[in-house]
């Protein structure tokens, strides 16, 4: 518990003044490190003919969004396509097939970085540097000015623009990505993590025999890899790997990364509404979630498995899949975090926790709201908040009002689109899977297990998360297919809705505060948020969650064994 809540605070002690930064980034404020930006970001202007003067109402802002996310995407399927005739390839690395590569540019423009390839032997080296790490860069930025866009549609006052969405795509880079990933990927390299363009080295072991050990360029990959809720890995393993992740120290400076710009934009957000007690109410929900999470999967891992005790007479923690480095409680709070976060790094494996600290993970992707990524976390609490208070309002009988704004018919139904297109996305595809051979030729366990790793699959790609039960083998034309269309359309359908909505909320009035308003600033407001998202979270996906991890922990008490 100490090492639990110790971390957690680390994350609020960092969020804080970060939030404050990060404000004065969005909101024009000049800080110190002015004449340090500043004249690259001109240059970058310049070059790319963007005048930064010029705003832009919310169609325009998304067109652009969508239209560089697709240039990037077909870029980098190029890259892949073609990696075997192009230099930083020291391991002679053959072109990635077309439905893998399709598979990959698609789960990193998403910011979800599933992988169906291990990354040591399927991407050379250049690949993992101009296709993986830059997009990890451009995803977690456009999801930062996505939600900064959308933010201050909500806090306007008669307006008709958003920003610009290429200043904010530019500052989100050199203002915080950049800096934050370069000190970050240094300090790794500090504490062990490789960085080098040299080939895989042959060595002699202990026993006498070869083995070939793969290195890299790793740690730069490794930083922006959790400072943007990336979570793709350098290597098969991700951050069960020593070489990315060697020790606790690295572990728990991993988790820092992961947590600190999703946790520092709810309180830039109460900056934003100038109202600070909006962001305590919420840090506080959404902690407590996570809190909640991350003792479930420590209880459930330390518990063990009766079977085992039943047959074998081995008791004590379940450590299949957990590296003794971080124990059980790293382990179970680094799988909360980064599915909370939607990272999607893992320093155990997931298919190897117990149905109970599986179904921590699954929840929190299947919330898609407990902090969530780098802004797309932000732009899922706001859906949330205002179907509460669409809700709240018709029980007490008040027009709905959010942030000084009216909510209405048109607000309501994009809010709701972009709620339901999540839960949409991963039951239909889940069903489709497992009524078609395609599908079910790739589940590797029986029984219940299996249902599990496909409905995590598919909850992962809609979530933009990335971690995933191993069991499944998803390298098939159907899954690395499926699975792009479901990140795609996870990620896209939903930002499009809120820019919408952002779109209808900017050009209203604020209204002041009267003895009518619903305060959303309250804890008693806060309860109901909460309540929304598990009732809505339990009616979509309790069918599903019963005959998955609920039916493996009732038939692992009773000492059932699949067959």
């Known amino acids: 518990m100490v090492q639990i809540l110790s971390v957690v605070g680390l994350i609020l002690l960092i969020a804080i003044p970060l939030s404050g930064y990060i404000y004065g980034v969005f909101t024009g404020k000049r800080s110190i490190l002015e004449r340090v930006f500043s004249p690259a970001e001109r240059g970058i202007y310049k070059l790319a003919g963007i005048n930064p003067a010029v705003e ?3 169609k325009v802002y998304l067109k652009c969004l969508l239209l560089v996310n697709l240039v990037m995407m077909v870029f980098v399927y190029l890259v892949f396509r073609l990696q075997a005739w192009l230099p930083f390839n020291p391991d002679h690395i053959k072109n990635m097939p077309w439905d893998l590569a399709f598979n990959t540019s698609a789960s990193f ?15 050379s080296y250049l690949s993992q540097m101009i296709a993986i790490q ?9 999801g930062f000015a996505a939600a900064i866009a959308i933010v201050r549609g909500i806090v306007a006052n008669r307006s008709t623009t958003i920003g610009n969405f290429w200043v904010d795509l530019v500052k989100a880079n050199t203002r915080l990505l950049l800096p934050g990933a370069i000190v970050f990927a240094i300090v790794l390299v500090g504490l062990g993590l490789p960085q080098t363009l040299h080939g895989a080295q042959t060595v002699q072991t ?17 930083a922006i890899k959790q400072l943007g809720t990336n979570g793709g890995g350098f290597f098969n393993a991700n951050s069960a790997h020593p070489f990315e992740d060697p020790s606790a120290l690295t572990t728990l400076l991993e988790i820092l990364a992961m947590a600190v710009i999703p946790t520092a934009l709810v309180f830039s957000f109460g900056r934003f509404l100038k109202n600070r007690k909006q962001a305590v109410i919420l840090y506080s929900v959404l902690t407590g979630l996570l809190l909640a999470g991350a003792f479930t999967v420590y209880a459930a891992e330390t518990a063990g498995n009766p079977i085992l005790h039943d047959l074998l007479g081995i008791s004590g923690p379940n450590m299949e899949g957990k590296e003794v480095r971080f124990g059980p409680a790293l382990s179970s709070l680094f799988t909360a975090v980064t599915t909370a976060y939607t990272t999607g790094a893992v320093n155990n494996m997931h298919d190897s926790l117990t149905p109970l600290g599986g179904l921590v993970p699954l929840l929190f992707m299947m919330f898609n709201l407990v902090f969530g990524g780098n802004g797309v976390g932000l732009i899922n609490i706001i859906m949330y908040l205002i179907i509460t208070v669409f809700l709240a309002g018709l029980m007490v009988g008040r027009t709905p009002e959010i942030f000084g704004k009216k909510i209405e018919a048109r607000e309501i139904k994009l809010a709701t689109f972009g709620i339901l297109i999540h839960p949409f ?6 069903a489709i899977a497992v009524s078609t051979h395609s599908g079910v030729s790739s589940i590797a366990n029986p029984g219940l297990h299996g249902l599990s790793e496909v409905l995590y699959a598919y909850t992962s790609g809609a979530a933009n ?8 083998s998803g390298n098939t034309p159907f899954y690395n297919v499926s699975l792009s269309l479901v990140m795609l359309l996870g990620r896209f359908l939903s930002l499009i809705a809120m820019f919408a909505l952002a779109g209808s909320l900017v050009i209203k009035p604020v209204i002041p505060e009267s003895s009518g308003t619903l305060k959303t600033d309250t804890f008693s407001f806060g309860m109901v948020f909460l309540a929304v998202v598990i009732i809505v979270g339990a009616l979509t996906f309790f069918p ?13 008490m009773a000492g059932q064994v699949n067959h």
């Open 56 to 58: 832009m109402d919310w």
């Open 109 to 123: 423009i998403t910011n979800t970085n599933w992988q169906n390839y291990a990354g040591e032997q399927s991407l």
């Open 544 to 556: 599903a969650l019963a005959i998955g991890p609920i039916g493996e922990h009732l038939q692992m």
């Open 206 to 222: 202990l026993t006498g025999t070869v083995q070939t050990i793969s290195r890299g360029p790793v740690a730069s990959l490794e």
């Open 465 to 472: 998360n990335g971690s995933a039960f191993a069991g499944l």
């Open 134 to 142: 830059y997009l990890q860069f451009t995803s977690a930025a456009t």
């Open 425 to 430: 996305l991963i039951l239909v595809a889940t």
